[in-house]
């Protein structure tokens, strides 16, 4: 079941977005009300961390809460509206992060942080990305990612795209550790390769097999391969942003 798009004076905004701001009110038609929409949201939050994402559904989360389908309709009015609403919830508001005013301290923590949020509800990473996050939850990461930058003369539009650089390195980490992790077998993915892979086509890959570079004591944890390639892309930063103090 689909309804308009909301209408608040600046042309039509998505249903999910005058919720989550308030410029839509929720179950205001129809009998008298039995739910609120945070009820609806956070019994969809708790079927998906029972169940596991496949499992948000409008009439899963209908039986959850013990009403009809068609109930919740005058509340969320599709289920991709309740996944922008959930997707904005279960992240949370960010936490008071240390920072000391060296903005890469800031951006570490920060990005942990987001790290941290996430593995509370690994199902998170499964849901669809279909648009840029417009939630307040999400707004107000973005805000203290922007702020940690604001000791810098990187102009406003660079801050952006350096705080979603790393947002999209740590949810795009995570994201593929999951699923390379759901769908792991029992086989030895180096010994295997290196049965077909010819020296001489794969030169390189050959040597980083000798070398047990898969193996490596060093990087035995996803938290560990995050940490390395999050070190690698703020050494990155400090070069840029010293391009901008000289």
Known sequence: METPEADDGLGATPKSFALMWGLDEAGTRGPKRGLSLDQVVDAAIEVADAEGSAALSMSRVAKHLGFTTMSLYRYVDSKDTLIDLVSDRVIGPPPELPFDGNWRTGIEAWAWAVCHAVGRHPWWL???????????????????????????????????????????????????????????????????????????????????????????????????????GLDRMLDGYEQFVRSFER
């Open 126 to 228: 499964e849901l669809p990305i279909a648009a840029p996050p417009m939630g307040p939850n999400n707004m107000a990461w973005l805000e203290i990612g922007l702020s940690t930058f604001a000791g810098t003369s990187i102009p406003e539009s660079v801050k952006l795209q350096l705080v979603l650089n790393v947002s999209l390195y740590v949810i795009g980490r995570m994201r593929v550790a999951k699923e390379v992790a759901a769908g792991a077998t029992d086989d030895d993915y180096p010994a295997m390769l290196s049965r077909v892979l010819d020296p001489q086509r794969y030169p390189a890959l050959t040597r980083a097999f000798s070398e047990q570079a898969f193996d490596d004591v060093e990087m035995d944890s996803e938290e560990a391969v995050l940490s390395f």
